[in-house]
């Protein structure tokens, strides 16, 4: 069924698709909407959860452990301060093996107070082991929540699906909301491994001591490992069912390409628009979207820039001290690469700032004109 | 899930998440203790108080459970009279009960006589049979330490022979004690018990008389030491039968009875004139008991005169307050210097007032005469009861006696190969007894005799004394290592500390102030008018509430505490089904995992748990 | 058997708590009361450690450890999850120490019991933040020396009264209660577990090291506490209702209770004195909110 909605309702029907258990949530502009119509869907037994209308996201996500750990599949949703201030029990989510699914709305960091879409938010939690997944529509959004559980249960690592403010989180695009019977046939309920069950006495998330902790976390890194192979092969598979498929990137117009942009979230969208204003003018631009962030998708990153001379990274995000930090992360990935472009790290619409296809095009512009970049990280539309 | 230590080979060997896998159990944390607690019952005060060697704390317990004939074979192993005692002992466990700061002293006396009485077997415990073949012994009195000494032995395989110079068994229980004191059948029963083990008795052989003639029926015929030679051993427990003289002008008057004569003829039923108004002298029991009789007996007005004070009168407490409850007055602080007669007949009793000197050697402070006190008491009867002598005349030159009283040692031996001796004859109270004597506690439940020696229950330990150092004797063995004489000897110890527990040791967080029960008695007005006894004892309801009451000082009566109370679950209840009670070991400390904290020994009710240095345990 | 507990041990030895510590006992008591159907969430605190290290575990029942400040966050998750699975009888209990539950998780605890979430939350109160070191905490009492508050400024706040914060919360049932009445305890959890919705247990847990006092003490000094009514043990019904459930049978001096702790030992008489003033002032106000009578 297609139906005009917002990003944040998107996840709702996600949500209420998969079949979450127990939600926990505390609102925070721009996420609101996700809890409201859930709370609503909860409220008239649309979808069989309970909400906990906890007191603060720290809270929020240490209910939703404690609900996941209990067996049931748990769900929760924040952005920017409410991420971060549910930063320690990240770790306790992914360390716990806790296959939850977050969506988090990416909005900039005070002070101050800002409420516009930034990516810093939920890339300043990219070591805590959880993995991300940045979208570029509403569609991708309802979609990714439903794959994001069928991953997370898998590997047993928990999922970050990643939707910027306002951009899609507040505004209406169509979206084919899939039928309940197919979702349950994708994505069937959930069987945890290990929960808390009265009759088995097992202790969880104790004192490790250091000759035991090394190896615990061997093997999360190998789960975040696998996770990569599982989401590509999950992607496909909802492709199967429901028409869609996803990889961990997605290449377009790559194959000759000699500049090539990369982004993730929203702004890939505007940057396919110039992408394809660039080619009817007969440049070689292709577009590289991110989507799985973590783990980082090394392999494919390599292969879709292997024949790119100059790589230009949109980063709607900065790491003080480093810069853009996809940017950061794909020289990373380059680093030994048989093939090695030249990056120009861009860092644009910080803040909320719109970044429109004017934009795309200066970005395109400065990475034609130069060889190289002039500064490491090169500010787009600031006043200097 | 497993208790050992668990070693993962490799990664894949482990959960993916931190999740356990075993217990804690094989962490043996008892290696980090430098102390341990060990069970170690002690001895509560009552026990040691005990002259007859009887294990209290453990038969109370017992009664506590409603094992009521378990509780008598546990006496009867230590005591064939516990009816008796349970009547007429002056109850020193009693008077060192640590209970008394807590309501009240438990009665356990009356709970022995509870526990006499209650209907069960008649049968005495068995022992181990260690008598030589056909091992024969005699014994001179059938007093309580005569009947205790023969039980013994009898129960060990032993023939014994009771020589009894009077015409029934019992000695001073039979002649001392009134009926209304000690029934008759209570008496005849538990005698009766000890002659159904094949112990003889036959009465009227008195030592020292006309020798007996080999084939002589029993009868008026007498006996001399030599004619018991065939007897592989002797006891003698001939009592105190000889009264103490008055000492003053007049005392050979007629009207003047010496109390023991007076009770003896009252006892067994033989006539004796009874005064009008009578003077009885003396502050014991047997002052107490010939007033009581007189009263019984008809005679108007009963008076005691006491040349101490209340306080150093040696009767029982209960006694006293029986005896001015039925209508004898006791004055104090006054002694007779003269009988009065007139054409022969006693009429009156010239009487001094005293005062209270300095102490004596035996701890009681000495009257002294106030010059110019004398006084005229009205009276037409004097019984005096001022004290008791053993009639020893039929003692050779072999057998040493210092004081009056035949000299034994800590085994009960006298001075004459395999002649032993015991009970008032040996230790008499004029004696100064191994312990010193003690003042009653208050009313509740304080005695007032000096420590053991005199009563009953002493005369029982010692009976019982020289049957186990007979038994020893005539199996060629030592008599080294008896406890002294004002000590008690077990039949049947538990294993337990000689420490005896002050109340200072008593955890009262758990015991509150609860009265004591008090035993029913008939009224005076009624009782005086017969010989019934004037005691009713404990319902079966009293008795157990008394029992409850019980501390247990130093004796473990499995009451969980420490169980309850240890942070490590370490202390573990043994064997559910064993009997319950003292001297099993009814938990166990795990010494694989405790710690040491010593929390159950700070908070076992009773002290019965010690700690103790680890290193003296590792070696 | 001469106490009123159930026999079944759901606790073994081998855990590594101090000798003579207070707080496995209290445990060892709320499990024997909930029995083995029950869930455990243990903040950080030193069940944390008692519990056991990875891979072993102390207790016979599933039991979660998780951050300092979730206690009432984490449980309301567990029970969401439980019920979800159809386990509506599954006990929740949440242990926390006096740091998880009157400081750093006291946020998570009110808005957990302002929902009146279906679980047991068990303070086991040692009067300061001792895995760390004995640092002092809200729970610590007035003059007590700490790490935190040592002898030349020791703690000059009043403990915190945590018991009339969550009573205020009108949450079904609070209760206090201590190591050495453990039918006492045993009796309230069982009682809490009878109840649907928050249930709030402040137990007194005697920490030797912490309060500088004799390991084999610990149940003595927690019975002290009572006696002295320092630690007075009552419930509160709907925040309302309030019954003291153990009447000390005689009212002991403090001095009694606190010349035992090394941790008090500076104190000088004026202080000792203020201190029993403090404590019959408030044993008075809680008499009269009783209505004058006492339970049990």
């Known amino acids: 069924m297609e139906k005009v909605i917002m990003g944040n309702h998107a996840v709702s029907y996600g949500v209420q698709l998969a079949r979450a258990q127990v939600i926990a949530a505390y609102p925070i502009t721009p996420q609101t909407q996700i809890v409201e119509m859930l709370s609503e869907l909860c409220a008239d037994g649309r979808l069989k959860a309970t909400f906990i209308k906890v007191e603060s996201e720290h809270s929020a996500m240490a209910a939703t452990v404690g609900a996941s750990i209990a067996g ?6 924040t952005s920017s301060h409410g991420l971060a201030l549910m930063h320690e029990v990240l770790h306790w989510a992914s360390g716990g093996r806790l296959p939850i699914v977050m969506a988090n709305v990416n909005r900039a960091l005070g002070p101050g107070w800002n409420l516009g879409g930034e990516q810093t938010d939920s890339l300043a939690q990219r070591d805590t082991g959880w993995l991300q997944f940045y979208c570029e529509t509403n569609q991708e959004v309802l979609d990714m929540v439903i794959q994001g559980f069928k991953i997370a249960e898998t590997v047993l690592l928990p999922v970050m699906i990643v939707l910027d403010a306002f951009v899609l989180s507040h505004t209406e695009e169509p979206v084919d909301i899939p039928e309940p019977a197919d979702v349950d046939r994708f994505l069937p309920p959930y069987q945890p491994q290990f929960k808390l069950e009265p009759g088995e006495p097992h ?69 396919r628009v110039v992408v394809d204003e660039l080619r009817d003018k007969g440049q070689k ?29 949109i980063d709607r995000n900065i790491s003080y001290g480093v810069g853009g930090i996809f940017a950061a992360e794909l020289k990373t990935a380059l680093y030994g690469a048989p093939h090695q472009p030249v990056v120009f790290p861009f860092v ?37 | 899930m497993t208790s050992h230590i668990i070693v993962f080979q490799s990664a894949a060997d482990m959960p993916s998440l931190p999740m356990s896998v075993g217990t804690t159990l094989y962490n043996k944390t008892g290696s980090w203790r430098y102390v341990r607690p060990v069970y170690r019952d002690k001895t509560p005060p009552c026990n040691h108080a005990c002259p007859a060697g009887e294990d209290i704390v453990d038969y109370l317990q017992m009664v506590v459970d409603g094992n009521y004939e378990q509780a008598r074979q546990r006496i009867l192993e230590e005591n064939p009279l516990i009816g008796v005692c349970g009547r007429v002992c002056p109850h020193p466990c009693e008077s060192d009960c640590n209970r008394t700061q807590l309501g009240g002293a438990i009665a356990i006396h009356a709970l022995e006589r509870f526990v006499a009485g209650q209907p069960g077997a008649r049968r005495l415990p068995q022992a ?23 039980y013994q032995l009898a129960r060990r395989g032993y023939k014994v022979t009771i020589f009894e110079a009077l015409p029934a068994a019992g000695g001073m229980l039979r002649v001392g004690i009134p009926s209304y004191r000690l029934p008759r ?10 002659q159904a083990l094949g112990v003889e008795i036959r009465t009227g052989m008195r030592l020292g008389q006309n020798p007996v003639r080999a084939g002589s029926p029993p009868g008026r015929d007498g006996l001399r030491l030599e004619d018991l030679a065939g007897y592989r051993a002797v006891f003698l427990a001939v009592g105190q039968h000889l009264s103490r003289r008055l000492g003053i002008p007049g005392e050979e008057a007629q009207g003047v009875l010496p109390g023991l004569e007076f009770l003896r003829r009252v006892n067994l039923g033989e006539p004796v004139q009874i005064g009008s108004r009578v003077a009885v002298v003396g502050g014991g029991n047997t002052a107490m008991d010939a007033a009581r009789c007189a009263v019984r007996q008809g005679a108007r007005q009963v008076t005691i005169l006491y040349r101490r004070s209340r306080h150093e009168m040696p009767a029982i407490d209960e006694e006293i307050e029986e005896t001015e409850g039925e209508g004898v007055k006791v004055q104090y602080l006054t002694a007779p210097v003269e009988v009065v007669t007139t054409v022969g007949k006693v009429t009156a009793l010239k009487c001094m007032r005293m005062k209270l000197g300095e102490p004596d050697e035996g701890g009681r402070r000495k ?47 006298t001075s004459r190969q395999s002649v032993f001796a015991g009970g008032d004859a040996a230790t008499g109270r004029s004696a100064p007894s191994a312990v010193p004597p003690r003042r009653a506690a208050g009313p509740n439940g304080g005695g007032r005799p000096e420590r053991g020696a005199g009563t009953v229950a002493y005369a029982i330990g010692s009976g019982k004394r020289a049957a186990l150092a007979i038994d020893r004797l005539l199996n060629g063995q030592s008599l080294e290592g008896f406890p002294a004489l004002g000590e008690h000897v077990h039949v049947a110890a538990r294993d337990v500390d000689p420490r005896v527990v002050p109340f200072e040791d008593i955890n009262l967080a758990y015991f509150s102030s609860e009265p004591r029960t008090p035993q029913g008695q008939r009224t005076a007005a009624e009782r005086v008018k017969d010989f019934q006894e004037v005691n009713l004892g404990f319902s079966e309801r009293e008795a157990r509430r008394e029992a409850e009451r019980c501390l247990s000082c130093g004796t473990c009566n499995q009451c969980d505490t420490c169980w309850l109370y240890c942070p490590d679950v370490c202390i573990r209840r043994r064997d559910h089904a064993a009997p319950p009670g003292p001297g099993h070991t009814a938990y166990e400390f795990d010494y694989d995992y405790c710690k040491g904290c010593g929390v159950c020994a700070q908070e076992c009710p009773r002290e019965a748990i010690d700690m103790e240095e680890e290193l003296k345990w590792r070696r | 058997m001469s106490y009123d507990i159930p026999d079944k041990e759901l606790m073994s030895p081998g855990h590594v708590a101090c000798p003579g510590c207070g707080a496995p006992l209290a445990v060892r008591y709320a499990l024997k009361a909930l029995g083995d159907n029950t869930v455990v969430i243990v903040v950080a605190s030193c069940w944390s450690i008692i519990a056991g290290a990875f891979p072993y575990t102390a207790v016979q029942v599933p039991l979660l450890h998780t951050l300092f400040a979730t206690g009432g966050s984490t449980a309301s998750g567990v029970k969401a999850g439980l019920e979800a699975r159809g386990l509506k009888d599954t006990q929740v209990l949440t242990l926390a120490g006096d740091g998880g539950t009157f400081d750093i998780g006291i946020q998570a605890l009110s808005a957990a019991v302002e929902r009146n979430e279906d679980f047991i939350y068990m303070c086991y109160d040692n009067e300061a933040y001792m895995n760390t070191g004995i640092q002092r905490s809200s729970a610590t009492p007035w003059g007590a020396w700490t790490t935190t508050t040592p002898v030349k400024h020791p703690k000059d706040q009043p403990k915190k009264d945590m018991v009339a914060i969550m009573a205020a919360h009108r949450i079904p049932y609070t209760a206090t209660a201590t190591v050495a009445y453990p039918e006492d305890l045993v009796r309230k959890v069982k009682k809490a577990a009878s109840i649907r919705g928050s249930k709030f247990l402040h137990v007194l847990s005697p920490c030797p090291s912490g309060w500088k006092s004799e390991p084999a003490q610990s149940v003595l000094l927690s019975r002290l506490a009572v ?31 606190m010349k035992l702790q090394g941790r008090f030992a500076h104190l000088k008489p004026e202080a000792l004195a203020q201190i029993q003033e403090n404590v019959d002032r408030e044993w008075d106000k809680l008499v009269a909110k009783t209505g004058n009578h006492c339970g049990h």
């Open chain 1, 72 to 77: 049931v599949r748990a769900f929760t949703a």
């Open chain 1, 203 to 271: 202790s969880f998330y104790g004192l490790v001591a250091p000759e035991h902790y090394m190896e615990l976390r061997f093997k999360m890194e190998q789960a975040m490992e696998e996770s990569l192979v599982v989401a590509q092969r999950v992607g496909i598979e909802f492709g199967q069912a429901f028409g869609r498929s996803y990889d961990v990137v997605e290449r377009y117009r790559l194959d000759d390409a000699d500049l090539v942009l990369v982004t993730s979230g929203s702004i890939t969208g505007t940057s």
């Open chain 1, 285 to 313: 631009v292709g577009l590289l979207k991110i989507r799985m962030f973590r783990p980082f998708p090394v392999a494919a990153v390599r292969e879709a820039l292997s024949k790119a001379q100059k790589v230009a990274v």
């Open chain 1, 348 to 384: 644009i619409g910080l803040g909320g700032r719109d970044v429109t296809p004017q934009s795309i095009h200066s970005i395109v512009a400065y990475t034609e004109r130069h060889d190289a970049p002039l500064e490491p990280i090169i500010w787009m539309e600031v006043k200097r």
């Open chain 2, 128 to 150: 181990e049979k260690t008598a030589p073949a056909g091992a024969q012994v005699a014994v001179v009195g059938s007093g309580p330490a005569g009947l205790s000494c023969a």
């Open chain 2, 185 to 194: 059948e209570v008496l005849d029963a538990e005698i009766a018990a000890i």
């Open chain 2, 367 to 413: 009257p002294e005469p106030i010059h110019g006190s004398e006084y005229s008491l009205p009276v037409d009867m004097v019984i005096p009861a001022l004290g008791q002598e053993a009639d020893l005349s039929f003692l050779d030159s072999q057998i040493d006696s210092a004081r009056g009283l035949i000299v034994i040692d800590a085994a009960g031996a």
């Open chain 3, 227 to 257: 006696e002295t009514c320092v630690f007075p043990l009552y419930e509160i019904e709907h925040g309302e209702d309030y019954t003291i459930t153990v009447q000390p049978r005689q009212k002991v001096p403090v001095t009694e209770y």
